[in-house]
């Protein structure tokens, strides 16, 4: 399956109602701004923030940066006016909560129907019955917009009764399986926010670990989280080198037919090549993004 190599190491969530925040994001070094209609915004303010939403994204000026809507779910008060509106503005994506299993996908593409081919579905993966859902859910990619998964680690240890530890242990399942159903089909995966805004070693922290479990990124609640966030998300030096050896050792001709190298020192199959072209493609696009005008 191939994986789409664009940036998304850092989704920062900007309540759609505060104009100065969204404007704020334009400047910033996130990959991804997602506009909140649901959690960052009160009863009272929905309406006012959908059409702050629309605003923002017909007026553009993100730059190079991802424009997602996160929007409240079908069933809730303003669902329905929230995608039908985000619908016709058109964003890169619709991001939608609660997502439970493979008919609320369908339903909120359905939802979409009208929106440009570009707009793509993203689904939070917060409930209890998501993670006994996961393949199903991200089979749905293939008659569908959905492209991507979002955790939502926050309201899933309220469903559980869970702790929110420093090492996360209670969701180590979790996580893992949302991975590698997203990576079975194709899927990008953003790993969920963290919660101590000002603890910034075990942001950092939580950040190398979900590069570790296999995530393209975290979303975030809080600028300051975006240097450390990129950082932990960005392919390491060392790593790209070597991923650049192991496509060149592949490519040799006097390698033809091998399916095992030995390439400075460590074992390299063709699934390791395959990788080594992915990383790098990751790593390239990354390089493009910081030089690009943001």
């Not at 492209?147 to 680690?153: L, Q």
């Not at 603890?199 to 450390?228: E, M, N, W, Y």
């Not at 050792?249 to 395959?274: I, M, Q, T, Y």
Request: net charge negative; charged share 20%; with cysteine.
């Amino acid at each position: 399956m191939r994986l789409d190599a664009r940036p998304r190491r850092s989704a920062l969530y900007m309540p759609a109602s505060n104009p100065r925040a969204v404007e704020k994001a334009r400047a910033l070094s996130c990959d991804v701004v997602i506009l909140d209609l649901e959690d960052a915004v009160a009863p009272e303010a929905k309406d006012e923030a959908r059409a702050a939403a629309v605003a923002a994204v017909a007026a553009g000026g993100f730059g190079s940066r991802e424009v997602v809507v996160r929007v409240n779910a079908l069933g809730t008060p303003w669902g329905e006016a929230d995608l039908a509106a985000i619908a016709a503005a058109g964003p890169d994506a619709v991001l939608v909560p609660k997502v439970a299993g493979p008919a609320d996908v369908s339903a909120y593409d359905r939802a979409l129907a009208d929106a440009p081919g570009h707009t793509r579905l993203w689904a939070m993966i917060e409930t209890a019955s998501a993670i006994f859902a996961l393949d199903a859910i991200a089979a749905q990619t293939a008659a569908s917009r959905l492209a991507a998964f979002v955790m939502g680690v926050n309201d899933l240890a309220k469903e559980m009764g869970a702790r929110q530890t420093p090492g996360r242990e209670p969701f180590w399942a979790a996580l893992s399986l949302a991975v590698t159903a997203a990576r079975a089909r194709g899927l990008a995966i953003l790993d969920g926010v963290h919660n101590e805004i000002e603890d910034l070693a075990s942001l950092a922290a939580v950040c190398r670990q979900g590069a570790d479990f296999g995530f393209d990124g975290k979303t975030l609640i809080h600028p300051s989280h975006l240097d450390i966030c990129n950082a932990a998300f960005t392919p390491a030096a060392g790593e790209v080198a070597w991923a650049h050896a192991v496509i060149a050792a592949f490519a040799d001709p006097s390698n033809g037919g091998k399916g095992a190298l030995r390439v400075e020192g460590r074992l390299a199959e063709l699934l390791h090549r395959d990788q080594a072209a992915r990383l790098v493609a990751v790593a390239d696009a990354i390089a493009a993004r910081e030089a690009a005008p943001r």
